[in-house]
């Protein structure tokens, strides 16, 4: 049997690392066929994206159809308390080690939540391994969000040699530990002091010499900084706005800022990222967030 379904094309030499990126971000369907289509691979997503079009896929045969749901690392976060379908989950594939649901929204200045275990080891922590990196996580003590790994990956690739980046909130440090191989520097803030230890961890587990994990308040960084950014990172959807004017006097004329929301209409952000100094401005969809709002991320380059 067929079935039509957002789908992203890599060359076939990208495949590999491409599947292993969709299954830690628990957005690879795998209740479908991978599609060959001449010299690439076709791998079928469960919601649009960057890069996806529509394909036809064919079903896996003798699948057993599971309830929705994100994988993080060896974790399964589920949409429904459904200890039913936690335990089809957790059987369905052995690097799961938990079955998780949450109890409440992402909140606090922390950007924290709360779990229920619904099948597997009672635990919030693991390891997430994204394009190369190793990421220690817990996902009720720091943000983590494994749906940006694609767009570290496009960031990245964007750097040059030798830049000087602050990564202004910075979780565990995923945006930073990908970007250190191309930066002279890398200063990862975040005022979560659980967030900053196992960032701590993952320098050490990815040999990431170059990134300095700062315990601080966005508020303060132009205090506590000597330096002015060829780069900056604000990955903070929900009250990012708030720190751009900081954003603004931390980055270098000529600098970009890569600052992500969640959005409700097309150039929420524009005028006041115009007035702040922002002589060019790319506004990008990177991820639908709930029905009319949507995770956006503005490239801004700096006058």
Do not use: C
């Amino acid at each position: 049997m067929t079935v039509e379904q957002w789908g992203v094309r890599v060359p076939v030499r990208q495949g590999e690392e491409t599947r292993q990126a969709l299954i830690g971000e628990g957005a690879l369907d795998i209740t479908l066929k991978v599609l060959h289509d001449g010299d690439g691979l076709v791998f079928p997503v469960l919601e649009a994206r960057t890069g996806t079009a529509r394909y036809v896929f064919e079903e896996q045969p003798g699948r057993v159809e599971l309830p929705r749901h994100e994988q993080v690392g060896g974790i399964a976060i589920m949409q429904e308390n459904d200890p039913g379908g936690a335990a089809k989950i957790l059987a369905s594939r052995p690097s799961l080690h938990t079955v998780l649901f949450p109890t409440s929204e992402v909140s606090g200045e922390y950007r924290t939540r709360t779990y229920a275990v619904l099948a597997g080891t009672d635990t919030t922590r693991t390891e997430v391994i994204e394009h190369g990196h190793r990421f220690a996580v817990d996902l009720a003590g720091a943000y983590f969000s494994a749906r940006l790994s694609t767009e570290r990956q496009r960031v990245y690739e964007q750097m040059r040699e030798g830049e000087l980046v602050l990564d202004m909130f910075a979780g565990v440090g995923p945006f930073a530990i990908t970007l250190a191989p191309r930066a002279v520097l890398v200063v990862a803030a975040d005022l979560n002091p659980q967030a900053i230890l196992l960032m701590i961890e993952n320098i050490r587990k990815n040999r990431a010499a170059n990134v300095i994990p700062l315990l601080a308040d966005a508020r303060r960084l132009e205090k506590i900084l000597p330096w002015k950014f060829n780069r900056i990172i604000m990955n903070l959807p929900l009250a990012g706005t708030e720190f751009l004017p900081e954003a603004f006097r931390l980055v270098r004329p000529g600098g970009t800022i890569h600052f992500y929301s969640l959005v409700s209409q097309k150039g929420e952000h524009l005028a006041r990222i115009r007035g702040l100094g922002g002589a060019e401005v790319t506004e990008r969809e990177v991820r639908s967030y709930s029905p009319g709002q949507w995770h956006a991320v503005y490239d801004i380059v700096v006058g």
